[in-house]
C-alpha cells in the first residue's frame, strides 16, 4: 500500500514558478512509477508528466514541455514538479499518482496507477 500527500500548490502570478512535492510511504516507492496529472473546472483530468521508477525516463505533455520538470528523491520518498513559466491555463489541481506496472508506453495512462493523492490546487492569475 501506498498514500501520496501533495503539498506546494498555491496562488501565482503568471510567469511565476511553484513547485510541487509528493511525499510518498510505503518501502517500495523506488519501483513506483510516479506521474502527475491534472484537472480543471469542467475539464477531464489530463496527464502532466511522469518518471520511471529510476528516474531515468521521463515524459511530458506538450502543453507544458519546456517548463515543467520532473524529478524524484527516492531516499526522501518524494516526487516533485518544478513548474515555470506558468500561465493562467495551467490553473488546476494537480494530483500526482503511482503505479507498480506503469511503463514507458503507458506513463499517460490513469489506468496504469495504482495509487492517487487528495490533489493540490494551483491557481494562476494573468
Known amino acids: 500500500q501506498v498514500q501520496l500527500v501533495e503539498s506546494g500548490g498555491g496562488l501565482v502570478q503568471a510567469g511565476g514558478s511553484l513547485r510541487l512535492s509528493c511525499a510518498a510511504s510505503g518501502r517500495t516507492f523506488g519501483t513506483y512509477g510516479m506521474g502527475w496529472f491534472r484537472q480543471a473546472p469542467g475539464k477531464e483530468r489530463e496527464f502532466v508528466a511522469a518518471l520511471s521508477w529510476s528516474g531515468g525516463t521521463t515524459l511530458y505533455a506538450h502543453s507544458v514541455k519546456g517548463r515543467f520538470t520532473v524529478s524524484r528523491d527516492n531516499a526522501k520518498n518524494t516526487v516533485y514538479l518544478q513548474m515555470n513559466s506558468l500561465k493562467p491555463e495551467d490553473t488546476a489541481v494537480y494530483y500526482c499518482?503511482?503505479?507498480?506496472?506503469?511503463?514507458?508506453?503507458?506513463?499517460?495512462?490513469?489506468?496504469?496507477?495504482?495509487?492517487w493523492g487528495q490533489g493540490t490546487q494551483v491557481t494562476v492569475s494573468s
Open positions: 499518482a503511482a503505479g507498480f506496472k506503469v511503463t514507458i508506453a503507458t506513463m499517460t495512462k490513469e489506468r496504469q496507477y495504482d495509487y
